[in-house]
Structure formats: C-alpha cells, structure tokens
C-alpha cells in the first residue's frame, strides 16, 4: 500500500497485463451492499497480574506456610537459633552486644514486595560482609484491624535462609516488637 491507502499495482509487461485482463474477462464486480460491518468485537482484557498475584498465593500457601512455634502462641518474644549455635548467641544478640551494620524498613510494603526487598537486603549484606543487621517489619498500629501484617512473615522468611544464624525481636530503643535484630554468617563460612 502506499501513503494513500490505495494499493499500488506493480508495472507489469503489455503482454502479461494483457494475458491477465483476459483471465479476469468473466469476473463480474462485487455490488457495494451498503451496510456496515461492525467491526469485530473486543475480548476483554486478561488480568494477567491478578493471575500471577493468586498463583503465588496458592504456591506460598503450600510451600511456604508460617510455623506456630511455642514463642509465637505464649505471646513471648519471639527469637530463632541455627541448630549448632550456641544459645548464648541469642543472649549476646538480645544484649545489644553487636551493632547493626544495615537496616531494612518493610513500612507500606506488601507481603510480596516486602519478600522481594527481604531477600534483595539480605543478598546485598552477604555481599558486603555484614553480620548483624535489623529489619523493621512494623508493629501493625497503621494497618486494618490495627494487627502486624508482616511480623510473622518476616520472621519466617528469615528462618528459610540459610545465611541467617539468629534473630531476636529488637530492644525498646531499636525498635521493640516492631523489629528484629538478625546475626548473619560471616562472609568466611
């Protein structure tokens, strides 16, 4: 087609223009009806995220699910240790005696980006060598029903990687219930 809309015949040769007017010699043009044809309709737009959204959900539910451990039911405060780390780390973590070399705010975040950044945060620290680390999950004041929405998540999530020896929930002045302190390996082991 050229600029016009109209379609542009190749030049051809007199004796095959001529050959080609003779076979075409019967054909009678088709009569404009005079309706018009609707144009086809539409299919509704595919909520491809709302479908990626809900099958990640059914993933999680099934392979991730949260763990109710002892801690989480009494309402104490809630901490995890590596099988073959000493207890006293968690002493020495809950006592403030390491100083947390990088920080991860999760406010305003949804459980999947919240899960996205956890593991970006955590990549990037192994990376860099830091070993002692706090991440602020919130403690729910600004959420529907005024409940922890990532608490629980958030320390789950960090009980599946496998570079986290220790978490405690954070002291008063770094955050209390509203975070956690957390002991990475050492770039080393």
């Not at 763990?67 to 809950?94: F, H, K, M, N, P």
């Not at 600004?142 to 570079?163: A, C, F, I």
């Amino acid at each position: 087609m050229n600029k016009g809309g109209k379609f542009h015949t190749p030049a051809l040769p007199c004796e095959e223009r001529e050959l080609f007017r003779a076979e075409l010699d019967d054909v009678v043009p088709l009569t404009p009806h005079g309706r018009v044809l609707p144009s086809p309709s539409r299919l509704p737009p595919v909520p491809l995220s709302l479908f990626r959204d809900e099958r990640e959900v059914i993933h999680e539910s099934l392979h991730d699910p949260i763990r109710w451990d002892a801690d989480t039911e009494t309402g104490e405060e809630t901490s995890y240790v590596r099988s073959g780390i000493a207890r006293q780390t968690l002493r020495r973590l809950r006592r403030g005696d390491w100083v947390a070399q990088a920080e991860l705010d999760l406010h305003g975040l949804t459980r999947l980006e919240a899960k996205r950044e956890l593991a970006d945060f955590l990549f990037e620290c192994k990376r860099r060598g830091a070993r002692c680390v706090r991440v602020i999950h919130g403690k729910g004041l600004g959420s529907k029903n005024r409940e922890p929405v990532l608490k629980l998540h958030v320390r789950h999530w960090l009980m599946q990687r496998d570079e986290v020896l220790a978490f405690v929930q954070a002291r008063p002045v770094d955050g209390g219930g509203g975070a956690v302190m957390v002991l990475l390996k050492s770039a080393n082991a």
